[in-house]
């Protein structure tokens, strides 16, 4: 599982990581141990750019993201 995945998935369970992460979203990446790519993805929130930085190359889920990002 890429970094950015598990990251995300932390984001979800971990109330400090959260916390820190809406103080200062890119230390934390950065601390969590994201590239540059990763948190430019992240940062953009196009949904295609992450899942694609997140090793995520399901075509029903890119083509889902980009149905929702269009809306």
């Known amino acids: 599982m ?3 995945l598990n990251y995300i998935n932390e984001l979800d369970c971990n109330a400090d990581l959260l916390a820190a992460h809406n103080k200062n979203p890119v230390k934390t990446m950065k601390d969590f141990g994201l590239n540059e790519k990763q948190i430019e993805a ?3 929130g196009d949904k295609i750019r992450i899942a ?4 995520i190359t399901d075509p029903e889920f890119i083509i889902v993201a980009a149905h929702v990002q269009q809306k």
């Open 2 to 4: 890429s970094t950015l």
């Open 42 to 44: 992240f940062m953009s």
């Open 52 to 55: 694609k930085e997140a090793g």
